[in-house]
């Protein structure tokens, strides 16, 4: 069942992300962690149960198997660094606050911003799953699925806007979790994100019609009218 499937995903992904956090902080005394982990599982299963009576096509792509014989070399290495890069930077969180403490706290201000960086952020890669019914975890032949050119919503404006929400994400996370080194680290993440792209647009170019007049027509990646 979809929505089965969608709901054991999310609370494995809750799961992991929560591992990452609590375990190097050596502590669940972090009220704002787990504010964070029961905000954003609850976020993503209402989402998964939405999607699964509005679009389920979408759902089904961020189900896929975590492999796939039609997945580039490039892509399986670039996936392996991005996940790895990512991985470090959420130890890192707990790391610094709790031990590091490299930067001084944000203020209450600052870290209440980066809560709502954050929502606006998960907001963006929920919409992008909506709009993208191929957006799928790994670049790989869709052909069987009658892939086609998406050019709309989001995706008129920038060409990767899941990766936008994501650093997004990322960065207000970080703030509201108290750690301005990890927000400023996020930096630190977008080579590997760069890698990813240069990739899935060199596949994309040679395997989806239009898609090469498409880097034409939007021309920016990440940010609107910027890059």
């Known amino acids: 069942m979809l929505i089965l ?4 995903g999310t609370a494995v992904q809750v799961a992991l992300i929560g591992a990452a956090l609590l375990l190097p902080a050596g502590t669940w005394n ?3 962690a787990i504010q964070f982990l029961v905000g ?3 976020i993503v299963a209402l989402s998964v149960i939405i999607f699964a009576k509005v679009a389920p096509e979408s759902l089904e792509a961020r189900l896929v198997a975590p492999a796939s014989a039609s997945q580039p070399r490039g892509d399986r290495i670039a996936s392996a660094l991005l996940i790895t890069a990512l991985s ?3 130890v890192f969180i707990p790391v610094d606050v709790f031990r590091l403490q490299l930067l001084s706290p944000p203020s ?3 870290s209440t911003g980066g809560a709502v ?3 606006a952020g998960l907001l963006i890669i929920l919409t992008t799953i909506y709009q993208n019914a191929f957006a799928t975890p790994i670049v790989k032949d869709q052909s069987d699925r009658g892939q086609t050119l998406v050019d709309t919503g989001l995706y008129s404006r920038i060409r990767h806007p899941m990766y936008s929400g994501v650093l997004l994400w990322l960065a207000g996370l970080a703030l509201w979790l108290e750690s301005i080194a990890a927000a400023m680290g996020v930096i630190g993440i977008l080579p590997f994100l760069l890698l990813r792209i240069h990739g899935e647009e060199r596949f994309l170019r040679g395997t ?3 898609y090469g007049d498409y880097m034409e027509r939007v021309r920016h990646r990440l ?3 910027v890059w």
């Open 30 to 32: 972090w009220p704002r």
């Open 5 to 8: 499937r969608g709901l054991i």
């Open 117 to 119: 960086v954050c929502v």
């Open 88 to 90: 470090v930077w959420l």
């Open 40 to 42: 954003y599982g609850v």
């Open 108 to 110: 209450l201000a600052m």
């Open 208 to 210: 989806l019609g239009g």
């Open 223 to 225: 940010i609107p009218f």
